[in-house]
């Protein structure tokens, strides 16, 4: 079993839909929890970062952890052909080595 | 700041050939990182380096690979005998010098190595 589990995806949805996407883990040592968008070809853009559970909001961004239940999530308001990427969930447990997901391909149609 | 940067973007070599990858964190930025991304897989750590001292390998990193940071400015990732194997996408990220309790990445665009 990986530390952490992330649905492949593909996700296709229309503009304008809020998107859920998720991550679950096993090594409740993890305290650190971020979220990157990676579009074909790039490096990964950190987009949201968060310290042991609750929610933080960023514009059209939302990331939850729940340490109980090892799960974190990240959701997008108002989706836009723009968000069209991959997005990565990493976590640490406040080391240098992080563990990222798979990445799940997000696709916003017009 | 321009960012994190990586040359070359793109390498074919020909399996058995060395090659050399570079990263240039940000300035200023004193631990660096170099992961290996496969298509559909996430940025699998490689090593990481906290201004020139390499602080720690992944047992990913065979011997044919060797990474240096001399004067901890830019880095250097080398793959001897390269095999088709090692295809993939190799990405520096760089984070600042007493930045939060744990660090913020930034990642550059990293190099896509294909060997053929």
């Known amino acids: 079993q990986k530390e952490v589990e992330q649905d492949p995806g593909p996700l296709s949805v229309p503009e304008g839909a809020i998107v859920s996407l998720n991550c679950t883990y096993s090594?409740?040592?993890?305290?650190?929890f971020m979220w990157y968008r990676q579009y074909s070809r790039k490096g990964p853009e950190l987009l949201m970062y968060?310290?042991?559970?609750g929610n933080k909001e960023d514009g059209r961004f939302t990331a939850q952890v729940d340490k109980s239940s090892k799960y974190i999530s990240l959701f997008i308001r108002d989706s836009q052909p723009s968000d069209s990427a991959t997005y990565l969930c990493?976590?640490?447990?406040?080391?240098?080595?992080?563990?990222f997901g798979t990445g799940t391909r997000l696709k916003v149609l017009a | 700041d321009t960012g994190v940067s990586q040359d070359p973007r793109h390498k074919i070599t020909k399996r058995g050939q060395n090659v050399t990858f570079r990263c240039d964190p940000i300035?200023?930025?004193?631990?660096l990182y170099w992961y290996r991304q496969t298509l559909g897989q996430g940025p699998e750590f490689l090593t990481y380096?906290?201004?020139?001292?390499?602080?720690?390998k992944s047992r990913l990193l065979s011997d044919r690979f060797s990474a240096e940071r001399p004067k901890g400015s830019f880095s250097t990732l080398e793959i001897q005998r390269t095999e088709q194997g090692d295809s993939a996408m190799y990405l520096c990220?760089?984070?600042?010098?007493?930045?939060?309790?744990?660090?913020?990445?930034?990642f550059g665009p990293g190099t896509r190595l294909t060997v053929t």
């Open positions: 990493a976590m640490t447990s406040g080391t240098y080595k992080y563990i």
């Open positions: 300035s200023e930025h004193n631990r």
């Open positions: 380096f906290q201004n020139e001292a390499q602080l720690e």
């Open positions: 090594n409740s040592a993890f305290q650190y």
């Open positions: 968060t310290y042991s559970s």
């Open positions: 990220a760089s984070t600042p010098r007493g930045g939060q309790s744990v660090d913020e990445q930034y």
